[in-house]
């Protein structure tokens, strides 16, 4: 599946998008947050910032394929959690779900970003990498199910321009 102009659409995330969100998070995660965590991130906290990729057709019920949580903190937007799901990923959704993100943050006064991922995980890293994140720090042992290392890797100047010139990049690079 490639995406096609006006196939995509992306949006805040709704209670209703919920149980297929979910389903994402335990298809994609050995540590997954709860249900309930999306509930409160959805209705209590005031820095989250959640989106989803989903269809955009009409004439069906809406399918969630992707999304991504943030927490804004002053000008820090903080990348808390992120999925594709497995059927439709390298297909560009992640790029595009990410750059909808980061414009939205950046426009309530974000401007740099940061986030820790797996130091096995070559797919998100390389992702990151596109985006100009660099790796800043290394946390030993830090996830608790196979004791792997996380990264810590920052985008350290993040506006509207800049994010403008990653995503004519990605788009080079997807019509290759
Ligand atoms: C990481 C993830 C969100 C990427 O989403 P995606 O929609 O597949 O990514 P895209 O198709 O937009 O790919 C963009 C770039 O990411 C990198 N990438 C994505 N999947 C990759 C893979 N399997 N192998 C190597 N690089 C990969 C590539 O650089 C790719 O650019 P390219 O296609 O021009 O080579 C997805 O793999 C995922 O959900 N993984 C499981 C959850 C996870 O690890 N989340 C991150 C937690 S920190």
């Given at each position: 599946m490639n995406p096609q102009p006006g196939?995509?659409?992306m949006r805040p995330m709704t209670l209703d998008d919920l149980p297929q969100v979910y389903r994402?998070?335990?298809?994609?995660?050995?540590l997954p947050w709860s249900f309930n965590s999306y509930v409160h991130e959805l209705t209590d906290s005031r820095v989250s910032r959640c989106f989803v990729a989903a269809t955009k057709d009409d004439n069906e019920?809406?399918?969630i394929l992707g999304m991504i949580v943030i927490f804004l903190i002053e000008d820090e937007a903080h990348v808390a959690t992120f999925a594709i799901a497995p059927q439709y990923r390298r297909n560009g959704i992640g790029w595009r779900l990410m750059l909808h993100a980061f414009k939205e943050v950046c426009r309530?006064?974000?401007d740099h970003?940061?986030?820790e991922v797996r130091a096995g995980n070559q797919s998100a890293i390389s992702l990151?990498?596109?985006?100009g994140f660099?790796?800043?720090?290394?946390?030993?042992?830090?996830?608790?199910d196979n004791h792997e290392d996380a990264l810590l890797m920052n985008l350290d100047s993040m506006n509207l321009e800049k994010l403008a010139v990653i995503e004519s990049r990605f788009l080079?690079?997807?019509s290759e």
């Open positions: 196939f995509l659409t994402i998070e335990l298809d994609s995660f050995t019920r809406k399918k309530e006064g974000a970003a940061q986030l990151y990498e596109k985006f660099v790796t800043v720090g290394t946390r030993k042992n830090y996830y608790v080079a690079s997807d």
